[in-house]
């Protein structure tokens, strides 16, 4: 079934009003969500939804919640997100940064104890449009690991996202670079399930550490594990992200004693940059401008529509689905419809996939 964006909002903010009873976080949060189903990233769209509302009646996702500034320092920002919905918290705690960027042309912010941020890439895009380079460290603390070490069979820590964004040159759009440093993200495996799809192959591997494409390993008992993006390397940055973006932040690298049922927490270690910091803003786009023509003027390698840059996906899909609507599958409209009846709402689809 395909919806647009905007019925598709209305059912995200009155599963989130019904839940939290604060209709102007609910609306902030389903738009971010619904923009990250509008991009491309269903991991992080609605299907989030059932997990969001599980962690409000838990009272472990405090929906009232706001960034409360832990140290301040001018170029230094240290933020606590009260468990807050990431969506609010983080967009809070990006303006501050944003705001002491401009005064001191970089800024260094850690985000802790916030609830699932969602889209990193918001965060990125938000400094990119402000003007600024950024780079984003994120690690994750949720009831159970998913992700194996390298080299190991059993999972040890979560899907801890890298990102940075390069600000818009004169010639070309913004380059975003928003990645789970496993080899896909969770939501990803939860979408295939939902679907009854594989997921690609060297994603996963099962309880017994033998590489499968069926993503009910996640979900059954002895469960399975994802494995890190890029072998050891992907490793490596997975646990830079832990270290920095749990860490360094204060919110803790991942350890089991840290997790809680129902609770999802991120913390995030983020560097601003304002691209015109040595004096050479214009030398600087100019350069990035004749470093992308050159990169695309790759010819195309067989089977493939040429070379996309770090952002090019996310805007093909955008266009694609603000024109024809969102794709949900069985399993994510089923889950809609279960979490909406359990608090009281109606049926929250119709058959031709609009809103009721």
């Known amino acids: 079934m395909r919806i647009s964006s905007q019925d598709l909002t209305l059912v995200a903010t009155d599963i989130l009003t019904k839940a939290c009873g604060n209709q102007e976080a609910a609306t902030k949060v389903a738009d971010r969500l619904v923009f990250a189903n509008l991009t491309g990233h269903d991991s992080h769209g609605v299907g989030v939804l059932p997990g969001y509302v599980g962690a409000i009646l838990a009272g472990e996702l405090h929906a009232k919640a706001s960034a409360s500034v832990v140290q301040d320092d001018g170029v230094l920002l240290q933020i606590d997100g009260q468990q807050g919905f990431g969506q609010i918290v983080s967009e809070q705690a990006m303006n501050l940064a944003i705001e002491r960027a401009r005064v001191h042309k970089l800024t260094v912010l850690a985000l802790r104890n916030s609830f699932h941020i969602g889209r990193v890439g918001d965060w990125a895009t938000m400094a990119a449009e402000a003007g600024f380079i950024s780079v984003h460290f994120v690690n994750v603390l949720s009831p ?16 801890n996202p890298f990102c940075a ?9 913004m380059i975003l670079l928003d990645m789970a440093t496993s080899a896909i993200a969770q939501g990803k495996v939860r979408v295939a399930h939902l679907a009854g799809a594989e997921v690609p192959e060297n994603c996963l591997v099962d309880a017994q550490g033998v590489p499968t494409r069926d993503p009910s390993v996640m979900f059954e008992e002895p469960k399975g594990a994802l494995t890190t993006m890029g072998l050891h390397k992907g490793f490596g940055l997975s646990l830079l992200c832990d270290i920095l973006g749990g860490a360094l932040s204060g919110g803790g690298a991942y350890l089991p004693s840290r997790v809680v049922e129902n609770r999802v927490v991120n913390n995030m270690f983020a560097i601003l940059i304002d691209p015109d910091v040595f004096g050479g803003a214009e030398a600087f786009f100019s350069d990035i401008d004749q ?20 952002g090019d996906p996310e805007r ?4 694609e689905r603000s024109e024809i609507g969102i794709p949900l599958d069985a399993g994510t409209l089923a889950a809609l419809e279960g979490v909406a009846k359990s608090l009281g709402l109606q049926s929250v689809f119709s058959e031709n996939g609009t809103s009721n």
């Open 291 to 310: 470093y992308t023509d050159w990169v695309k003027s790759s010819p195309p390698a067989p089977g493939s529509d040429g070379v996309f840059f770090p």
């Open 165 to 173: 964004a390069i600000p818009k040159s004169p010639d070309h759009p």
């Open 316 to 319: 093909l899909a955008y266009q």
């Open 144 to 159: 159970n690991s998913l992700v194996a070490p390298f080299g190991g069979r059993s999972a040890r820590f979560t899907t």
